[in-house]
């Protein structure tokens, strides 16, 4: 079995992108498949913002995807699909309608335009751009988190939220992992101090090593928010080398969903737009029910651990008055 990265590229048959603007306090982040992959997706925030989202929904007819993008920019933030619809384009990819093909590219975004970065773009918006750039940059192994990609721009309710990724392997070989954007309403910290709430899932030290306080009081369980008037949204995905129906990808974004809710306390808020899309480049058969039972166990744990990773590895924007990172109060 090949090196892991506990990155999202560990899954084979995908690559991973980013464009990353840090004076406009934003970003742009794409999963491309080799092939067009089997995909479904919930959405269980209250203020969700997307693009062929609802093509995802089993019933429907279309159940592969070339792309799957998550980007800051809010509403305006959904351009940055039309970018990579055009580099699948130049490519020749795409669902063959006729004599042409449409490439295939739901989109998940996240509300940062209050975060201190300059926004004043002009008439149009730089995120098509952007995703076309995320489009290009796309690739196999290594990549940043933390302030780059979807995750420039995104906040939480104590300290900076960012972009992060974890993997594991089950008991049978297959793999499954996550990418996640962190603007989360609530916080990934127990209160203000250095612990998350994800800490009972962590490998190795990937977000500190530190585990849970030794004891919880009132103010540990205490409502933390970034400000009831803002929109928030913590965005992502998991993929799994599994074959998958894509009924099968719509129950594993639900388990994902909730290692946001042992992630994030509290998620799924009305203002957060929460919203998790699952995925198979289908490398490897599922011999048995249990076997999925597995994969759904892990796209829990792993989605989880992601989001801790993305706050973790996040650094402050260079603007005035802009949230300070985890570790400009606890590395």
């Known amino acids: 079995m090949a090196e892991t990265l506990n990155l999202l590229t560990d899954i084979e048959g995908l690559s991973v992108g980013h464009a990353t603007d840090l004076n406009l306090g934003s970003g742009v982040s794409v999963v491309v498949f080799n092939e067009p992959a089997i995909a479904s997706g919930t959405v269980l925030g209250g203020a969700p913002g997307g693009r062929d989202t609802a093509l995802l929904d089993p019933a429907m007819t279309v159940e592969k995807v070339d792309a ?9 933030g959904l351009d940055a699909a039309g970018g990579v619809q055009a580099g699948l384009r130049e490519m020749g990819r795409g669902l063959q309608v006729g004599t042409t093909r449409v490439p295939i590219v739901p989109q998940a975004i996240l509300m940062d335009l209050l975060n201190g970065g300059n926004k004043d773009w002009g008439l149009h918006s730089p995120y098509r751009d952007m995703g ?23 906040t939480t309710a104590t300290f900076k939220g960012g972009l992060g990724s974890a993997s594991a392997v089950t008991s049978t070989g297959h793999r499954i992992g996550a990418l996640v954007a962190v603007n989360a309403l609530g916080s990934a910290t127990v209160s203000e101090g250095p612990h998350f709430w994800a800490a009972p899932f962590e490998q190795g030290n990937e977000f500190g090593g530190l585990g ?4 919880f009081n009132a103010d540990h369980l205490a ?15 998991v993929v799994t080398d599994a074959i998958l129906t894509k009924a099968q990808a719509h129950r594993l974004s639900i388990m994902a969903q909730d290692g946001l809710a042992r992630a ?15 995925a198979s480049t289908a490398r490897r058969a599922l011999a048995q029910p249990s076997d999925f039972m597995e994969l759904c166990h892990l796209a829990t744990l792993t989605f989880a651990r992601a989001t801790a990773r993305g706050v973790y590895e996040a650094r402050a924007l260079p603007a005035d008055n802009s949230q300070r990172a985890w570790r400009d109060h606890h590395a």
């Open 264 to 278: 994030i306390l509290p998620a799924h808020l009305p203002a957060d737009g929460d919203t998790v899309f699952a």
């Open 212 to 215: 849970l306080p030794s004891q």
């Open 132 to 154: 076309y750039e995320a489009f290009k940059a796309a690739q196999t192994g290594r990549f940043d988190l933390g302030t780059v990609g979807a995750g420039t721009g995104a």
């Open 223 to 237: 409502l933390r928010l970034k400000g009831v008037n803002l929109k928030a949204t913590t965005i992502g995905l």
């Open 68 to 76: 799957l993008v998550l980007s800051g920019g809010s509403a305006f």
